[in-house]
């Protein structure tokens, strides 16, 4: 990894620009070379590890993830890697049309890897390990409706494996001569997904991509360029986020087209038979239709884009037969590059199967131009069709707002639609019928998007026989889990609603003293579900509560899953209510070292993340439980914990105002939030408010290098993947909805970059050298990195070796705990008394 430091010094003399050209850990200008390592802090360095007692918490077990089987008979208990190593992430990636492929393997660059899956039968706790191919690298399972088999890949040197494994037996088997194709993309702007497969009905067939037969070999490249590159505007708006991974050449498009081509194919699960479908494509979606005889295709074709990733390309919808036929053509969509800011395409979006009809589409169409700003009396309306599809399609329904969600119920005809209110953050739920599309929808409830304590909960879903979900509807009642926020925290329930009446009735509620969510129905009138159940003593396991018997005190174990790190049990921590100086209430968790005495001040650490509300009240609510088992994983500010430091975990940085205009007060807002939540830990006895350090991660990184620039409350910030020069996401970011050149005043007032020579306090920048998340280009820190540098300030630049936006790789999370615990460590634990009053705010201070 690259390691860059300045210690606070006056800035430089004003120098004659260079060019530079990196070659070789040399920089070569006018003249002159220096070694990368002559400079100093500037290099190359080995990764370094924290403390042991950091690492024994790093490298402790972690707890087997679980699965239920569609029938409730079954848990598979999921266990993987958790940590690959640094060579894991160093196999070779292609960055294509959003996408990051493995050319070796045909599939992800470094997908999860699951090396064990054991069975557990719910009647009797019985366990049945299931038989692996040697050095196992697994996909998540994907059961059969009928749930007596489940299916998963297995990544080789070689390409990608299907297997099947029975549950009756715990008998895996690789179906030969299949190799997956495990580049997949969905409605948006490019995913890929470990499982590029599902379930036919009959619950015996897959239907899978596949690689094609006959394919050869990768298209070579040429060093020699066959001519320039040419783009070009048609005079019409195109805003372009900041995508990354983008195509950049025609030998990218020619790769992209080769990875990315997948054979549809039905393969026989018993005997391994394999019949394909149609010719090969570039397939977005492939999905059968429930009655099995239908299949939903969308397939990406050129003209790609060098702009826009692959979600976006040019596609064809159309159902097909299960010989490949076309049999009706939903819509020929062009290349979406003129979608509004937070808008939508025009033409059919969200195509899907009914799942309680054997072979009926749904979508949506937008009215509005896929505009939120064009004033229209509705903006969405859904539409269907059914077989034959020779029919006008019909139209279900139109929406005032935008249509976020469509949920059908296994009741024919009967679905929640919700619709969105971008200019309030308003969302509403109404009960559609189908069967009577001329009968005007029912509103069922509405509510502010950030409104936690008023948040009805999720429908429960199952999965029907024909492998399509729906909500599950007993009679005229639907039942819902949520995370039952409240003034005293989360506490989730199971409710059942009734859909004629709209009253809810409460099934069960987390006790006060523990954290228990609802994540099965056992039977589908809610008398036996089954739980997760943890408090701050207790690791998470699984139970099953049964209502009938009257005390839903009592619940039966399903696993016992024991505490592998009880050094942790020491932490304490609480719910800290507060106000900022407007009298808007804000909160934090307050977490105190193992051993921590009352009354000792301690060095603290805030970590936080900004959210924007439209009102105080709901900014005010508080998210979260102090009533669960406290883990620490991966590169969490948490782990200051175990050094001696304070934690005000999730501080809440809000930022209220109007949708269209809240960034206008950002900085007075955050800088607000910053001393509200210092001034009550130093209220409550437990903050040295001469040693705070504040740290974030990607919007909270932007906060943090915000936060140094203007205020003098922190010793020292971690930032971590963050962007720090608005002007380099011209088209919005965040929630911010303007562009640069109808806000410029802005955007450079919430620019850190632009302020860098105000950044006096030590700051850490942290980046992962492959970040590809929008907006934050690993060239964001280095140019601040460059900036206070230049400027006189006292700043160290880490970049982490083939890391994307999060980190992954055992050595590079290590080398990332070292690095912050070392920082704070010199410049707040141990940090020197300050000159003048402690903990003054400065205002703050505009271009």
Same mark, same amino acid.
């Given at each position: 990894?690259?390691?860059? #430091? ?18 070789? /850990? ?11 390592? =002559?400079?100093?802090?500037? /290099?190359? #360095? ?28 079954? %848990? ?22 959003? %996408? ?23 009647s ?55 190799q ?20 036919m ?5 897959? %239907? ?8 050869g ?34 030998h ?33 979606? =492939? ?27 040019p ?66 309306? %859904?539409?269907?069709?059914? +077989? ?11 929406? #005032? ?37 001329? +009968? ?25 026989? +024909? ?5 599950l ?14 003034p ?66 009592a ?22 209510? @507060? ?9 934090f ?29 709901t ?9 669960? @088992? ?24 809000p ?35 001469? &040693? ?7 919007y ?9 620039a ?11 993947? /963050?962007s ?12 911010? &909805?303007?562009?640069?050149?109808? =806000? ?26 492959a970040?590809?998340?929008s907006?934050?280009f ?30 992954? =790789?055992?050595e ?11 920082w ?13 009053a402690?903990? +003054? ?7």
């Open positions: 990894m690259i390691v860059k #430091e300045r210690a606070s010094l006056p800035p430089p003399e004003p120098k004659r620009l260079r060019t530079l050209v990196r070659a070789k /850990g040399l920089l070569i200008g006018w003249g002159f070379s220096i070694l990368l390592t =002559a400079t100093t802090g500037l /290099g190359q #360095e080995s990764y370094l590890k924290p403390p042991t007692a950091i690492l024994d918490v790093l490298q402790a077990p972690a707890t087997p993830r679980v699965t239920i089987s569609p029938t409730k008979d079954y %848990l598979l208990l999921v266990e993987g890697v958790r940590y690959p190593s640094i060579r894991d992430l160093a196999q070779p990636m292609l960055r294509l049309a959003g %996408l990051r492929i493995n050319p070796e393997t045909n599939g992800p660059h470094h997908p999860p890897r699951l090396f064990a899956f054991t069975l557990k039968r719910i009797d706790g019985k366990e049945t390990l299931i038989k692996h191919p040697a050095d196992p690298y697994h996909g998540f399972p994907t059961w059969s409706a009928d749930g007596k088999r489940f299916a998963f890949t297995n990544t080789t040197p070689r390409g990608i494996e299907l297997w099947i494994a029975e549950t009756a037996t715990g008998v895996a088997r690789q179906i030969e001569g299949v997956i194709n495990g580049i997949s993309f969905g409605y948006g702007f490019g995913a890929i997904t470990s499982n590029p497969f599902r379930w009905p009959d619950n015996r067939t897959l %239907l899978a991509q596949v690689i094609p037969a006959g394919r070999k990768p298209p070579a490249g040429s060093t020699e360029p066959h001519g320039p590159k040419v783009q070009e505007g048609a005079g019409k708006p195109d805003p372009v986020r900041t995508f990354q991974d983008l195509l950049l050449n025609a990218d498009e020619n790769l992209f087209e080769y990875y990315a081509t997948a054979q549809l194919a039905l393969i026989d699960t018993e005997n391994g038979r394999q019949t394909t479908i149609g010719k090969p494509g570039l397939f977005a979606k =492939a999905d059968p239709s429930p009655d099995g005889r239908h299949l939903l295709v969308a397939r990406l074709h050129r003209p790609f884009s060098y702009l826009h990733p692959a979600g976006a390309f596609k064809e919808v159309e159902v097909w037969d299960l010989q490949g036929r076309m049999i009706y053509r939903l819509v020929s969509l062009p290349l979406a590059d003129q979608v509004p800011i937070d808008g939508v395409p025009t033409g059919p979006r969200n195509y899907h199967w009914k799942p309680t009809a054997p072979a009926t589409l749904v979508w949506v169409e937008a009215l509005d131009g896929g505009d939120p700003k064009q004033k229209v009396p509705h903006r969405d309306r %859904l539409r269907m069709l059914a +077989s034959p599809f020779r029919n006008e399609p019909a139209e279900l329904a139109k929406t #005032e707002q935008r249509l976020s969600d469509l949920s059908w119920t296994d009741k024919d005809g009967t679905a929640l639609l919700r619709d969105y209110d971008r200019d309030r953050r308003w969302s509403r739920i109404f009960l559609l019928d189908a069967n009577a599309p001329a +009968s005007a929808m029912r509103l069922l409830r509405e509510r502010s998007m950030r409104d936690r304590y008023n948040d009805p909960g999720m429908p429960i879903t199952h999965l029907l026989s +024909s492998g399509h979900y729906a909500i509807q007993r009679g005229d009642w639907i039942f819902l889990s949520g995370a039952g926020a409240s005293e925290g989360d506490r989730p329930f199971l409710d059942r609603f009734n859909l004629k009446t709209l009253q809810a009735e409460r099934l069960f509620r987390s006790d006060a003293k523990s954290y228990e969510t609802v994540v099965a129905l056992l039977d589908n009138d809610a008398s036996r579900f089954i739980t997760q159940y943890e408090s701050p003593t207790e690791p998470p396991n699984y139970y099953v509560r049964n209502r009938t018997i009257g005390d839903l005190s619940r039966a174990a399903l696993t016992h899953f024991v505490d592998t790190t009880p050094q942790l049990r020491q932490i304490r921590k609480e719910r800290v209510i @507060y106000k900022r100086d407007d009298g808007v209430p804000l909160s968790t307050l977490f105190l070292p193992p051993g921590y005495q009352k009354g000792v001040r301690l060095p603290t650490v805030v970590w936080a993340y900004p959210l924007e509300f439209n009102d105080a009240d900014a005010g609510q508080i998210s979260g439980s102090t009533q669960r @088992y406290t883990t620490i994983s991966g590169p969490s500010h948490l782990f200051f914990l175990m050094q001696g430091y304070a934690i005000l975990d999730n501080a809440a940085m930022v209220i105002g109007d949708p269209e205009t809240v960034n206008n007060t950002y900085l007075e807002q955050v800088v607000a939030g910053a001393k509200a939540a210092i001034d009550k830990a130093v209220a409550l006895g437990v903050t040295d408010p001469e &040693r705070v350090g504040v740290g974030g991660h990607s909270g990184a932007f906060m943090t290098a915000n936060l140094l203007h205020s003098n409350v922190f010793r020292a910030g971690i930032a971590r993947s /963050g720090y020069n608005r002007t380099l996401t011209p088209f919005g970011f965040q929630s911010e &909805r303007r562009t640069l050149w109808e =806000a410029p005043e802005l955007y450079m007032k919430m620019s850190p970059f632009i302020h860098a020579d105000k950044i006096k306090t030590p700051l850490l920048l942290i980046h992962g050298e970040d590809n998340n907006g934050t690993p060239l964001q820190s280095d140019r601040l990195y460059h900036a206070i540098r230049g400027n006189g300030g006292a700043v160290r630049y880490v970049t982490l070796p083939l890391e994307a936006h999060g980190y992954a =790789a055992r590079s999370i290590e080398h990332t705990l070292y690095e912050m615990l070392s704070f460590d010199k410049h707040v634990k141990n940090a020197a008394a300050r000159n003048g402690a903990g +003054s705010v400065v205002r703050p201070r505009h271009p």
